[in-house]
């Protein structure tokens, strides 16, 4: 294939040109966040899969339609190497 034309861009949340294959995924999360909207029940899907298929790109894209119906969010990353109690400070302590 072609590098130049290449959809493949690889780099963490770096967006393709579509999101192919995808679809089934981002409307369970919708239905689950309009559910939650409406004090609803909801079973929250769980992203899971290799490096580089695409899971930070489907958070951001989530994220994106969680804020459009007024949720509030925030982004937190894990790093190798540190412990889960240095990230649950993280929202009263800057790295």
Sequence with gaps: MDPIRNPYAPGAGTPPPELAGRSEVITEADVALK???????????????LRGVGKTVLLVRIQDIAESLGFNTISVEAHEGKSLPEF????????
């Design 35 to 49: 559910r939650i909207a409406a004090k609803r029940p909801a079973q929250s899907p769980i992203l899971v899969g």
């Design 88 to 95: 649950a400070l993280w929202p009263f302590q800057r790295y």
